[in-house]
């Protein structure tokens, strides 16, 4: 019974635990903020609307529009003020929002409902949806050291209904903010008609000067890169040279960068939606110009140090140098991939206005992503398989290989296939993939002395002694001083009805230099052997049966 009876409140439990909970009632205290009172120093509010979020952004535009900055204080929490500070600083603080909205801010009118809680109907995994709110984001402005975030809150006073305001933390910074984006000394000395609002919400001036700001930023570019050209040239060393000439194009994108970003924030102040395009684009170039400066330095190290070809780097000498030519390659593609990655994050978090977009496409893309990823599995599957090469290093730059019967040098690994030559001076490519899973004999891994069979077929009668005494002498005469010919060892290793199948070990050192040492000496020994035939006057090369001879 007492097992029954625990089954039986553990049953209880559960069910109760997967029962829905009841939903929040709208008096909740977590559905807004309690105050005592709500600025109480600027008396009774007018007739305005601070029912839901959009009500209270309609309303405070419309005030603001209207220059009634005595209303639209009513609009902000001035908690941190005192009642009597109230209705002095209330207005100015509402004029000055004033300024830094139109100059800066651009409304999230998707994100703002007319239902009083804030709740917004959508998917689930969508951020803000089905759930009460009582503080909502407007946007994110940044100061020089830190970015200043302007919400709305939904506040409840004692004694009167809730209501959504300019949060008091953001009140709070609103001289901040006024001092950074206010009109600029330049803005100012304009004359009245080009201060004025043109398309799109720009000022007639920034459709008259940022075309302006543009060709003087790809001038002073254009003279950064022939600077850059000429301090090459003061240095006699070529590495240095070099390296002072991979800058240039990394320095022409970084001054056009800094002009555009110091003449749209500091020399004049762009409009909210000018500034939605600028600030991303300038995060993207200098995150472009770093990146290819560390790509163009790479590929500069990497020149210097591949000793000018493959055929260099596959001395058994320089495996020093095939180590760092590969780590250098691996290094460049770790940079891209960063480089790319970086640039796509900053580019999508720089850009406010598709922030919820953005969040609704990463929770709703599932299918899309499994499409997408599904078609670039190739793609990705060889750039990670290029990067696993350059780390695990089973083949490197220079190094001599046997591919699928290609006796071969790998010339460059790249993103997606390694290029290999091959000892006819053609190029065989071969997806990185295919690469890393297919086996290959990779010479230049194993040590520098080695042996290269050579094995040849004589007559049953053929004399191994003096085949053995032709082989030392082959040796020394085509000894280059990469072989051992203390070494070298001749052996008789098979037998049948066609003769006898000798083995003649042929030691060396260099592995670049092996295949013409042992095509040399397979034919010094033919005529070693066709020597010692005339000489003995006995049969030494394996003779054809008679038979297959043709007739006459």
Sequence with gaps: MRVFARFGLILIVACALLLPAPARAQDSPLAWFEVDTLNPGLGTPPDINRDSPRAAVETLMGLLGARDYEGAAHLLDLS???PGEQGFHGPDLARKLGVVIERQV?????????RPDGWIAGADKEPGTGRVRRSILVSLLE??????????????????DPVWIIARQSVRDIPLLYDRFQPTRLERAMPDWARKEGP??????????LPVIGLVALVAGWLAYHVVSRLGRISDRRFVQSIVRAFRWPATIIVVAMILGLATSRLLVVTGP??????????????????????????EVFDRVSLNSPKDLADPDNASYRSLATLISGIRKFVIIVAVMVGAGTLLSSIEVFNSLGYTLLAGAGAITIVLGFAAREVLGNILAAVQIALNRSARIGDLIVFEGNF????????TYVQLLIWTGT?????????????????????ERMVRPIEMTFAQSADVAALRDAFDRV??????GSLAPDCAVTRVIAQDVFGKTVRFELPTTNQATFWELECRAREELLAEAARIEEETGHPILPQGPQRDLPDG
Excluded at 106 to 114: C, E, Y
Excluded at 143 to 160: F, I, S, Y
Excluded at 276 to 292: D, E, F, R, S
Aim: aromatic residues 10%.
């Design 106 to 114: 651009v409304i999230p009118w998707n994100d703002l409902t007319d």
């Design 274 to 299: 000018v500034s939605l395009v600028v600030k991303p684009l300038v995060l993207l170039l200098y995150v472009t110009a770093i990146a290819l400066a560390a790509v163009l330095v790479a590929d």
């Design 200 to 209: 799109f919400g720009m000022y007639v001036w920034e459709w008259l000067l």
């Design 80 to 82: 941190d003020l005192s």
């Design 427 to 447: 190029r065989y490519i071969v997806p990185v993939s295919d690469f890393v899973t297919e086996k290959f004999e990779n010479i230049s891994a194993s040590e």
């Design 475 to 480: 040796v020394a005469r085509i000894d280059d």
């Design 408 to 415: 071969c040098t790998v010339e460059r690994i790249h993103f």
């Design 143 to 160: 100061l020089d050291d830190h970015p200043v975030p302007l919400r709305l809150n939904r506040v409840k006073p004692q004694a009167d």
